[in-house]
């Protein structure tokens, strides 16, 4: 069974600071990955793609790849309370299914 | 432009009901796929369908089944359902391309309540 494995959390950081949100993964050969962030009671929406390792940034949101380590992150900037979550890391899985983790969840405190 | 859309919005059902849930996909998408998402837990794939054919199937028994007709749109059904089935249903879709590279945008999902 190919893995995705978040740390739960809840990771708690103060309103301006950085919030760093990890994931790794089992399959060796994947080639996109995804990070979806979800409120309480909603559906997931997207934040960022990445496929080649290193950093992409996208406004105050960057990913980071390593896919020697199997691992990637999000990194959020000048974090908000509107920023308070649940994130998702998403992997395929055989190539059309998204395999996610259970996800973080993350409190933005003013 | 109109995103993925799902209904209903919500649903009450008592075991051993059968129940059809519907998603229709974003503009100029042809894939749509479906996750189950229980409490406190990442979505999980159920199946996907592409051309009006189920290409690929999740961990999940053969009480779910699902169809997709030719505008794109889908519904999945759930027979003889248990308490385990209450979750959150998600439809998402994705344009054609190279298959690990299409992203999948989600609905608003289906929230369903088997007593």
């Known amino acids: 069974q190919k893995e995705v494995e978040q740390n739960s959390g809840p990771l708690s950081v103060p309103e301006g600071a950085i919030a760093s949100l990890n994931c790794t993964y089992s399959?060796?050969?994947?080639?996109?990955f995804f990070w979806y962030r979800q409120y309480s009671g909603k559906s997931p929406e997207l934040i960022m793609s990445?496929?080649?390792?290193g950093d992409k940034e996208d406004g105050r949101f960057t990913a980071q790849l390593n896919k020697a380590s199997q691992y990637v992150s999000l990194l959020i900037r000048d974090s908000q309370p509107s920023d308070s979550a649940t994130y998702l890391c998403?992997?395929?899985?055989?190539?059309?299914?998204?395999?996610f983790g259970k996800g973080t969840s993350l409190l933005v405190t003013p | 432009d109109a995103g993925v859309t799902q209904s209903p919005t919500h649903l009450i059902k008592t075991r051993g009901q059968q129940v059809t849930l519907r998603c229709s996909p974003k503009?100029?998408?042809?894939?749509v796929s479906w996750y189950q998402q229980a409490l406190g837990q990442g979505p999980q794939f159920i199946f996907q369908y592409y051309e009006e054919e189920e290409r690929q199937r999740g961990n999940f028994p053969d009480r779910f089944s699902g169809h997709q007709f030719p505008n794109y749109s889908s519904e999945l059904n759930v027979n003889a359902l248990l308490l385990g089935d209450s979750a959150l249903y998600l439809c998402?879709?994705?344009?054609?391309?190279?298959?690990?590279?299409?992203?999948?945008?989600f609905g608003p999902g289906t929230r369903l309540t088997v007593l």
């Open positions: 998403a992997v395929p899985n055989s190539g059309y299914a998204l395999n």
């Open positions: 990445i496929y080649s390792n």
């Open positions: 503009s100029g998408h042809d894939t």
């Open positions: 399959d060796r050969v994947s080639q996109s």
């Open positions: 998402a879709s994705s344009l054609p391309g190279l298959a690990e590279m299409d992203t999948q945008y």
